[in-house]
């Protein structure tokens, strides 16, 4: 069985900053790609970063130049760091995971709400 347990969200205004963790726990055997997708209200889950097991990343449009995403090999932990956080941004985020434990899987965090406002 596998786990994903999140934490760093919160409220903050405007223009601060957050920092969101993963912890994958459980029976993996290797990592593929570890994300975060995040979901408003009223609108469809999109992705948001990913790293991929060779250190290369992605961004949607939105969020390039704010966010960065990084990866602890070691603790099977992926970071979030927001920066320059708007309103837009405000959002449940969900940690994403595929990884091989007897085949390959997908899995997903629990949600951490994401506030922006002032």
């Known amino acids: 069985q596998v786990q994903l347990v999140e934490s760093g969200g919160g409220l903050v205004q405007p223009g601060g900053s957050l920092r969101l963790s993963c912890a994958a726990s459980?029976?993996?055997?290797?990592?593929?790609?570890m994300g975060w997708y995040r979901q408003a209200p009223g609108k469809e889950r999109e992705l948001v970063a990913q790293i991929i097991s060779n250190g290369s990343t992605n961004y949607v449009d939105s969020v390039k130049g704010r966010f960065t995403i990084s990866r602890d090999n070691a603790k099977n932990t992926v970071y979030l760091q927001m920066n320059d956080l708007k309103p837009e941004d405000t959002a449940v985020y969900y940690c994403y995971l595929r990884a091989y434990i007897t085949s390959w899987s997908e899995f997903w965090g629990q949600g951490t709400q994401v506030t922006v406002s002032s």
């Open positions: 459980g029976s993996i055997f290797s990592i593929n790609v």
